[in-house]
């Protein structure tokens, strides 16, 4: 492994490990448990913590996981939308990014095609007819 992805590496671990350990109680962090006890541990221990975890911080977990699967096939560093690298300065800042800056702009110019929300009591259009053996509002 060279040493640039090597040093990536750490840099995504890290990232990953200041996520989860934002979720580990106290009780968690003793030194009397060995290592054996704490492997057995870790798999209830990681299902709680994701049961806990934000939005924001699951999500940026998963980019994190996505990115070092990127790393290891070979494709990190490279825009996911449009194949071109990404810009060493916003891999610097988001390790875990998947998009050049570009694609990001255009993502958030780009009106999404799915309806939102907007307070009004309208219903959103049915995606599947309704059988016929069920009644109408």
Known sequence: MSANKREIRERLEAR????????RSTSDRTNDRTERDAALDEEPWVA??????TDVDL???????????RLDGGTYGICCSCDE??????????????????????????PSPWPMATGE???????HPRPASEPTA
């Open 59 to 69: 999500r940026t977990l998963e980019s994190v996981v996505r990115a070092l699967r």
């Open 16 to 23: 990953r490990q200041s996520l989860l350990s934002r979720y």
């Open 85 to 110: 690298a990404i810009e060493p300065a916003r891999l610097a800042a988001i390790p875990e990014a998947a998009e050049c800056v570009d694609c990001v702009r255009f993502a958030d110019d780009t």
């Open 121 to 127: 009591s309208t219903p959103l259009p049915r995606l």
């Open 48 to 53: 709680h913590v994701l049961m806990k975890m």
